[in-house]
Each structure stands twice: as structure tokens, then as C-alpha cells.
DNA sequence: GCATTTATTAATGCATACGCAGTAAATGCA
DNA sequence: TGCATTTACTGCGTATGCATTAATAAATGC
């Protein structure tokens, strides 16, 4: 029987959700400073649990704490980007490759199927949150199939850090037509059993946004995000 | 002038710091639990900030806070060292070519020679101390030439979270006279500013590390260390 | 003798208090 | 007016205490 009993989650694990929805959202800003007695009255709980949070938000690479300055939000260079999307860029090919290694049964690899129709869906809706949304998952699941634990982490701290720097860009980007088709690329080699092949297109996939997205960021002068 | 000063350390950061060594040297044994009010009692502080320390330590992937259990010292299996050295081998590969782009100067890549001849005299010497940690400064100073900070501070992370297991190994393994060939032909490399190369011989050594330590560790039945 | 319930213990999560140190404001002096 | 020094302030680091609740032991029932 599946546990239907959620627990209720400690104020610190809570404020750690709470702080990053702040951030994603933009309540909380790129570049701007926050008191921890501040922050800990706006989530109703005190100093203490906010601190271990903070603690726990400045490991994952989302804010500094910056003694008597309070915490700042981290904001996102283009430099950060470039940074950020060649660790992407190996470990998710490499993750590719992995899946590919794994025999993974067709039911594993539904999910992932699932994430491109969704792409399909949102792009025909025109929705691009939807379609970020779908694009995201592509990319947790792919790293989930390639096993590897560490990577499972790491990309995921990487993708919250530009996070919000996407979210902007969202708007300004081409429609993002390619991603499916390189999406698809990578599902047929995962199907195939050919390593080299998931690697090769997920690496190329990755290269094209990190191209696509520094160029507007350079063009539209985005320097912090 | 530089500042002579040095401000003295919180308790917190000491704590992370003492924790560290006591993990690295074995004082704290691998898989053992241990309370949170007996580390305070140990580092001669609050819980508070051995609290902020086994936060800040949990992040980093050494240890586990497993509440009303006390925090587990993690253990790393077979599995964890394949998949940490797959992340170093991808990573520092990177930064070996990134690092052969960027037209260091002979001084700027003056530490990274340094760490050679070091190994060499350690290796002469039989000291096998001496060698790894020449070693590791290979590794640190090659990631930081590369200089994308994202890969320095997960390479570090990754090489704490072996670090055990390596002292462990030191001395069962082959001399290790073959990393300094390697070593050099990356340092070549990097100064021919021939960045594939870099990073061929780089992944070449990582492999074949990865190899010989997980065959050591099938080999001896060395589960978790 | 074993399973189930109740009682006890104690480690943690959190709130709170306080002193110190760093910053800014204010004052004094040239 | 510009700069140095003093003063005031306030945010943080840490200690401490307490309520909660999970884990263990005890007790009860079958």
C-alpha cells in the first residue's frame, strides 16, 4: 500500500521550497540583498530555520550570504551562462550515452517519450511555458535514465541556477522548433542501444542552445539575470 | 601590502573544517553515526554551529543527517567510485581543453609543472604521501586553469568525496608511475595550445584511474570505505 | 512465547536572547 | 569643505531552553 501519509515537512525544508519558489518567481530579485530577520518574518517562522535554508540555498549555488549585507540573490552573467551550459553539455551527454548503455525497457523509457509529445502539444498551442516545462523534464528524465546519481544532482543545481535567466529569454528566443527533433534524435539512439550516437546529437543539441542563448543575451545586453 | 591580518574563523566554518579532517584521517569511520550534542561536545562549541557545519557538509555529499539517528559518516561503495570518477573524467577532460584555449603563460602554468616534478621526486623518494598529494594539486590546478568555477567547485567536491577511499587504496595499487607521463603530455598539451589533445590524454588518464581502482576494490572486496 | 499497546527516553527542530563586530552616522578638527 | 575619529546602531553568530516526536523499552494481552 502506498504510504498515504505525507509528513509535514520541517519549517526549514519548508522555507527551502518557499525560498526557491521566491527566487524563480522573481519575488525575490536578482542582485538584491535580503535580512534574515526579514526574510524569516515574511515566512512566518524564525531566524533559525530561515538561516539553515539560507545555508542550504548558498551550497546549491542560488545565493551568497554576505554577513551584516544579508543574502543576496545570486544573479546570472552571461559568463555564469557559458559556465553552467558546458557542464550541462558534458554531463547530460554523457548521461545520454549511459541511457543508451542501460537497456532500458520500452515502459522506462515511456516518460521520456511522454515529454516530447508534450513538446508537440505546447508547441501547436503556442504555449512556451508549457513548452519550457516539457523541455525541462526532457532533461531531468534523460540524466534520471542515465543512472548516475551524481549527475542526477549536479544538473539539477545547475538548471535551478539559470532557471530564472531562461524563464526571461523565453519570449525573445526563436520558437524553438530544432529541440523536438533533437529530442527525438536522442530518444531513437537511446531505443537503438547506440551510445555514441545519444551522445553525439545530445551534445550537439546542447552546444545549439548555449550558442542560441548567450547570443541573446549578448545582443539584448542582458548582463545580470 | 597583504593583509597580514587574518580574522579568526567562526565557530560554524571551524567546524566544517575540523569535521573535514576528522572524516578525511578516519576519526570519524566511514558508515559510523555520531549526534549532533556529542560533535559539539567534541569541537568544544554550541550545536548550533555544528548544526550549520553538517549542513554545509551534507551539501557537499560527506555525510548524511538522518534525524534521531545522529549524522551518517557516508560510506563509498564501488558504484559511488564509478560514478564519481565518470563526472571527474568528464569534467576535468573539459577544463584540460579549456585550459589549452585560454594561452596561459609559461608562469601561469609554472604550479601545474611544479605538481610534476614534485610526483617525480616523490615518486624517487618512494613516498607515497607525498605523491597523492602532488597529485591531487595536479588535478586542482589543472580545473582551475581551466577556469570555469562550476567545474572547480564540483571537482572539489567529487575528490573529497573519494578522498578516503584513495589514502585507502594508496598503497595497494601498482606504483603509479605512469601518471606522470600522462601528466606531462597534458601539461604538452595545454602548452602546444592544442586543446584536443589535452583532453584526449586527460580522458585517457581518468579512464584508466577509474579502472585500477575499481578493480582494486572488486578485487579486494572492499565494499565501502 | 509472541504480538500489540503503552510508557519512557532523548535527540532534534525551533524560538529566543544576547554580546560582539561591522557599518553608518555624527562629531571634531584642520 | 574635506578628512579623521568617535559614537550609535543593528544584524549576525552563538548559546540555551523547550516542545515535539521518533525510537526504544516495558507492559499487557492473547
Redesign the interface.
Known sequence: MPDPVEKPLSNAASAVDSLRALIFDGSLAAGSDHLESELALRLGMSRTPV??AV??LA???LLDVRPRKGVRILPVSPADMR??Y??LT??ES?AAA?AARRNHSPAALQPLAQTILDMDTALTAKNREAWADADDRFHTELVRLGG????I??VGM?ADQVRRARAVTLYMRPVPSQSNADHRGVLEAIRNRDPKAAERIHRAHRIGAKEMLTELLDRYRLQNL
Not at 148 to 151: D, E, L
Open positions: 538561516r539553515e545555508l542550504t551550497a546549491q549555488g559556465e553552467i558546458d557542464v558534458e554531463l554523457l549511459d548516475n546519481s551524481r549527475i544532482m549536479i545547475m
